[in-house]
């Protein structure tokens, strides 16, 4: 079975840059039909999608965040990294990651990130 962990840190200061990495167990990222994203929910708000990217590192991302998000893959680690710039306040957020495809949606168990001084 599919399985996905995200790991990074729960703090991150204004104007930094917030760094969080999946871990992909049960499928692998260069050959899967998945669409590895990252999706977040601001507190009290609903769910955002960030962006993703496939087997072939190609990405896509909300163009709301366009110009501060970066999505990337290492195979060899079984893993894809989200990294978000010039983060604020308005980034604190639980965050996901997950293998989504018609046939097979999968998640992680969210990441609570914290932007705070």
């Known amino acids: 079975q599919v399985q996905l962990e995200e790991s990074g840190p729960g703090l991150v200061k204004p104007s930094q840059t917030l760094s969080l990495t999946c871990t992909v167990s049960g499928a692998d990222i260069a050959t899967s039909n998945f669409f590895w994203t990252w999706i977040r929910r601001p507190p009290g708000k609903g769910l955002e999608w960030m962006g993703h990217i496939i087997y072939s590192g190609k990405t896509d991302y909300n163009p709301s965040l366009k110009s501060r998000a970066s999505i990337s893959s290492n195979t060899s680690k079984s893993q894809f990294t989200l990294h978000l710039t010039s983060v604020t306040h308005e980034d604190t957020a639980t965050y996901y990651c997950?293998?989504?495809?018609?046939?097979?949606?999968?998640w992680g168990q969210g990441t609570q990130v914290t932007a705070s001084s």
């Open positions: 997950a293998g989504l495809d018609p046939s097979g949606r999968f």
